[in-house]
C-alpha cells in the first residue's frame, strides 16, 4: 500500500506528522522505468519512509524543448511502485506527492532561481542555458518540501548529479546526496524516458551510443590511446553532440588530482538526444 | 561585553553551543551608524542573543563599483556595538560575526547564485544588474550561518527589503524579517554609510532629496495632485535617477488593492548616488 498526495497540503500534513522516522527521497519526473525504480528499492533499503515525487518540472523545459510533450503516465507509474511496495518490508512506507498543478510546488508569483554558476553552461547547459537552473530550483524545493535526510538520483544525468552535489555544498543543504548506478537494457542502451521516441530503426543506431563508450573504457583500462580513437569518432559522426573524458568529480579536464574518470556523451539518434556515461578509476589496471 | 568571531569554525563552535535562545540577525557591512544601531538595539529588545554581521560582501558590487573604497572601520563599529552593549539587560547578549577573509562566508569554489528574478533588474537593479542577486546570496548565506529566528533590515533599502522578503517567501526559509523605519540626520537626510562621500555642498544639494520626498508625501496627503509636480521635478532636474510613487508590498504601480504607497528615490549630489523613500498608507487623510 502507497500513499499518494497530489496537493501541498495534503503531503504538509502527512509530513508534519512523521516524527524521527528516517526519510528518502526520489525526485522524478515520471514514467517510470527500473532505473527509477533501482532508486526507489534503494530508498526503501535505507530508510523507513521513501518519498517519490512525481512532477513534470516546467523550469526545466527551455521555450522549444518537448514539456508538452513529455510522457506523463501516472496511473502507470503508481501501478509500477505499487507492485514494487509488495515486495518490500511490511515496515517500510512508500508516499508518493504527484502534484496536480504547478502551483503545488511553485506558488502564485514564485520568481526565486537557484544557480550553481558555470559548471551549469557547460555540455548539457550549452545547448540548454536555463534547463540546470531549472533543475537546481526544483530540487531546491522537493527538499524543502519533503525535508528528505537522503535523496537519489541516477548516474546518467551525471552534470546533473554533480549540479546537486555543488547546490547542496554552497548553500550547506542538511541532505544526503546517493548516486546510483545507470541501469541499461539487455543491449546495452542505458534507460531512458526519451527511449520511447525512438522508431526501432533509430534505436538499433542508438547502440552506438554505449558501445562507443564501452570501446573507450576499454582503451583506458588497457592504457592504450584514447584520445585519438575519440577525435576520429567525432571526427567521422556528426550525431556526437560532445563525447569527452573529464574528472568526475567537477567535470573538468582531468588533472593529477583526478581519482576518477567519466566518459561522458550526448547522441542524436534520430531528432532524439540520448545521454550516457561510464565511470572509470584512474588507476583500473 | 561583546564576543567577537573572524572565523567561520570559531562562530560555528559559539552557534553550536546555543540552545533555546532566541536569536536576531543584523546583517550589515560595517561603518555602522544610528540607522544600524537602531536595528541592533531592536534585536536586543525582542531576542535573548542578538548577532550582528560585518562583511562588505564582494558580490553585491558590480565591476567597477565602489567595493576597494567602501569605508572599513571595524575597530570603530566594535566600539560602538560594545557601547550600546552596556546600556542593555545583562541578560541580552551581542556577537559580533565579522568574517576575516571572504572565504569565511564562501569556501573556495562557491558558485551559486539566488536571484529572486524581475524585480531586482528595475530601480536599483537598472543601474546595478547583479546587486540585488549578491545580496540575496549572502544574505541567504548569513541566514544559513547564524540560524537566527528574526533579522533586522533598514527600511531605507526598500528594494533590498521586499527582494529578501520575497526569497524568504519562495524558499520557505525559517525566518522572520523586521523592517525598521528609516534614521535621518537633523536636517532630514537618510543615514547612509555613503554619506561620508559628500563634500559640505554635496550634502547641503543632498537634502533636496529628503524635502523632494516631504513634499510629494503632503500632496499625497492632502490628496492634491502629485503627479505633475514629480514629472516637472524630473523633467526640470538632472540629478535624480528615479522618483516614483509605487505600491510598498511589490514596487509596482499602484492598483486597487494597493494599502500603503511608497515615494522612492535616486538622487546624484556630486559623485555619489543617494537613496531614500517615505511610506504613505492610501487612506491617510
Avoid at 98 to 106: D, Q, T, V
Avoid at 107 to 120: A, E, R
Avoid at 217 to 241: A, G, H, P
Avoid at 243 to 251: A, P, Q, R
Wanted: proline share 4%; with cysteine; glycine share 4%.
Amino acid at each position: 500500500m502507497i500513499k499518494v498526495f497530489t496537493t501541498k497540503k495534503d503531503f504538509d500534513h502527512y509530513r508534519n506528522a512523521l516524527k524521527s522516522e528516517k526519510i528518502g527521497l526520489v525526485p522524478t519526473m515520471g514514467n517510470l522505468h527500473k532505473g527509477h525504480i533501482s532508486l526507489i528499492e534503494k530508498s526503501t533499503e535505507e530508510n523507513d519512509v521513501t518519498i517519490v515525487t512525481i512532477f513534470v518540472n516546467p523550469k526545466q523545459f527551455g521555450p522549444n524543448e518537448d514539456f508538452d510533450k513529455y510522457p506523463r503516465t501516472l496511473d502507470e507509474d503508481l501501478a509500477k511502485i505499487s507492485a514494487m511496495a509488495l515486495l518490500i518490508s511490511a515496515q517500510k512506507e512508500i508516499a508518493v506527492f504527484a502534484p496536480g498543478s504547478n502551483e503545488e510546488i511553485y506558488p502564485q508569483g514564485f520568481s526565486t532561481t537557484i544557480s550553481v554558476g558555470p559548471m551549469t553552461q557547460k555540455f548539457e547547459g550549452s545547448v540548454r542555458p536555463t534547463h540546470f537552473d531549472g533543475v537546481t530550483t526544483v530540487v531546491y524545493r522537493l527538499f524543502t518540501i519533503t525535508r528528505a535526510h537522503i535523496a537519489y538520483f541516477g548516474q546518467k544525468d551525471v552534470q546533473q548529479c554533480l549540479i546537486i552535489k555543488k547546490m547542496v555544498k554552497d548553500l550547506d543543504i542538511k541532505i544526503k546526496i546517493h548516486i546510483m548506478p545507470i541501469v541499461r537494457n539487455a543491449e546495452g542502451l542505458a534507460l531512458s524516458s526519451r527511449n520511447q521516441y525512438l522508431s526501432e530503426s533509430e534505436r538499433a543506431e542508438a547502440l552506438t551510443l554505449p558501445q562507443t563508450l564501452v570501446k573507450i573504457e576499454k582503451l583506458i583500462r588497457t592504457k592504450q590511446d584514447y584520445k585519438t580513437f575519440v577525435s576520429d569518432v567525432l571526427k567521422n559522426d556528426k550525431r556526437w553532440d560532445y563525447l569527452e573524458i573529464l574528472d568526475s568529480d567537477n567535470m573538468e579536464a582531468p588533472s593529477a588530482k583526478t581519482q576518477e574518470l567519466v566518459i561522458v556523451a550526448a547522441f542524436r539518434s534520430g531528432t532524439t538526444r540520448l545521454l550516457d556515461n561510464i565511470l572509470v578509476p584512474v588507476h583500473a589496471g
